[in-house]
């Protein structure tokens, strides 16, 4: 498996590169993972923090030829150096619309595409982890960046009210229908069994879900409480991010109409049947 350490550019296919940036941590595992895609003409996905040295790097590796910035969401370890990177190239930013003080040129959905003369890349909006999430298909490699929708080596966290449980199952759903040969993640390695990560995603949220609402039938009718008896396999240092997601969880099962609620921090209860 090629190695992700910061600073060196890294060839996965014909057509991509990847350059690892120097932002290691408990959300973003190794670091987040920017891709160049196209040898004459590049696309740069996900430019990740504004760090001066990454920055340097990635326009070293392509310099004038890049000429798009695609990000897949707007959190803080991929869309800040956007910037930095079209100052340094003169490419076009493009990503679902300006939030989070991320400005792009050009607000892109589901379904565009980017037209290079060796390559094509298409928009795939994907809400869950983030509203304004788009995965892109590349579609002469059949490789999908994932941004922070799929992960190597962790789940995804799923924050409302931005993160949307329902929405995230949907998508990873409509992912498996789109003959995809690999995913390139916005953290962690290259996925090479695409289709058997998103089901081991899928298995696992279920899972959690029924979990989750045998905790309720077992009295637990906090989000506290969830995440004490559910979440056990995990670190209790991570406790307060499985908060959210089980908060996630509780608002999918209550627009199902399978309980009651609404706040992170208020009472829960199982719907009566
Ligand atoms: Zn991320």
């Given at each position: 498996m090629a190695d992700l350490t910061p600073g060196v550019a890294c060839a996965l296919s014909p057509l991509v590169r990847r350059v690892l940036a120097p932002n290691p941590g408990v959300m973003t595992g190794p670091g987040t993972n920017t891709y160049l895609v196209g040898i004459d003409e590049i696309a740069v996905i996900d430019p990740g923090p504004d760090d001066a040295d990454h920055l340097d790097t990635v326009a070293s590796c392509g310099g004038d030829r890049i000429r798009w910035i695609l990000v897949t969401h707007t959190h803080n370890d991929h869309s800040p150096g956007a910037a930095g990177l079209k100052a340094r190239t003169g490419a076009t930013v493009m990503g679902f619309g300006a939030r989070d003080d991320f400005e792009p040129d050009e607000a892109v959905g589901d379904g565009f595409r980017v037209e290079a003369t060796e390559f094509r890349l298409r928009a795939v909006h994907t809400p869950?982890?983030?509203?304004?999430h788009l995965c892109y298909l590349l579609e002469q490699e059949?490789?999908?960046?994932?941004g922070d929708h799929i992960m190597q080596g962790s789940t995804v966290v799923i924050a409302p009210p931005d993160g949307d449980m329902g929405a995230y199952l949907e998508a990873l759903q409509r992912l498996k229908?789109?003959?995809?040969?690999s995913i390139a993640p916005g953290h962690g390695h290259l996925i090479e069994d695409p289709l058997a990560k998103i089901d081991e995603y899928l298995t696992h949220r279920g899972e959690r879900e029924m979990a989750i609402l045998r905790a309720m039938e077992d009295g637990a009718g906090t989000v506290d409480a969830v995440v004490e008896r559910v979440?056990?396999?995990?670190?209790?240092?991570?406790h307060p991010i499985a908060r959210y997601s089980v908060h996630a969880h509780l608002l999918k099962l209550s627009f199902e109409g399978k309980v009651q609620g609404v706040d992170l921090d208020g009472e829960w209860s199982l719907a009566a049947r």
């Open positions: 869950g982890h983030a509203s304004n059949r490789m999908l960046f994932s229908t789109l003959g995809i040969k979440y056990v396999d995990v670190p209790e240092e991570l």
